[in-house]
T-cell receptor, first 115, second 115 residues
Framework: EAGVAQSPRYKIIEKRQSVAFWCNPI?????LYWYQQILGQGPKLLIQ????????DSQLPKDRFSAERLKGVDSTLKIQPAKLEDSAVYLC?????????????FGQGTRLTVV | AQSVTQLDSQVPVFEEAPVELRCNYS??????LFWYVQYPNQGLQLLLK????STLVKGINGFEAEFNKSQTSFHLRKPSVHISDTAEYFC?????????????WGAGTKLIIKP
């Protein structure tokens, strides 16, 4: 079974530039998550999709971050404009459904450095 | 609000020695508890989970964890570690926010195996 695919693996940008990350979840997984993991901290949920609808985006900084999952499969996360404090690893995960006992499968992440 | 505390940021241990990684959570309601592992340059992977029933949960790679409701703890143990266990370990609790369940994560514990 193919895992969660993310690209790019690494990205370095200057502050105020824009950047986009892509995620392809495991086939058949209805739920997709984007997390931000700052060095030394656990992952923080940015947004959760159920198929192509947003379930939870309460911790997404909507003035600069946006995400979409138009066809209920792939997803993109965009930051515009980037700030220094956005430097982190961005993790995408997927699960079969939203049930709290369902395992989430994670991609390898995209390490973003904002200089 | 629910929270997860991993008491040690790093745990050094000799190869073949036992190890315990500590995790405490705060919650006023029933919870589901998880341990994930992140090997170097890889994504997060589920080690084990507690949903209900027996308080001793066995996971992959010889790890086990014990749910202690009175102490609100979910410590991870392995009787004999191997160099391949070098990784960062994250404890997480599935908590309800409004109408959705969300994983609340600890800050992680780096397990350092000394030869």
């Amino acid at each position: 079974e193919a895992g969660v695919a993310q690209s790019p693996r690494y990205k370095i940008i200057e502050k105020r530039q824009s950047v986009a990350f892509w995620c392809n979840p495991i086939s058949g997984h209805a739920t997709l998550y984007w997390y931000q993991q700052i060095l030394g901290q656990g992952p923080k949920l940015l947004i959760q999709f159920q198929n192509n609808g947003v379930v939870d985006d309460s911790q997404l900084p909507k003035d600069r971050f946006s995400a979409e999952r138009l066809k209920g499969v792939d997803s993109t996360l965009k930051i515009q404009p980037a700030k220094l404090e956005d430097s982190a690893v961005y993790l995408c995960a997927s699960s079969l459904n939203r049930s709290p006992d369902t395992e989430a499968f994670f991609g390898q992440g995209t390490r973003l450095t904002v200089v | 609000a629910q929270s997860v505390t991993q008491l040690d940021s790093q745990v050094p241990v000799f190869e073949e020695a036992p190890v315990e990684l500590r995790c405490n959570y705060s919650s006023s309601v029933s919870v589901y508890l998880f341990w994930y592992v992140q090997y170097p340059n890889q994504g997060l992977q589920l080690l084990l989970k507690y949903l209900s029933g027996s308080t001793l949960v066995k996971g992959i790679n010889g790890f086990e964890a014990e749910f202690n409701k009175s102490q609100t703890s979910f410590h991870l143990r392995k009787p004999s570690v191997h160099i391949s266990d070098t990784a960062e370990y994250f404890c997480a609790v599935s908590g309800k926010t409004d109408s959705n369940y969300q994983l609340i994560w600890g800050a992680g514990t780096k397990l350092i195996i000394k030869p």
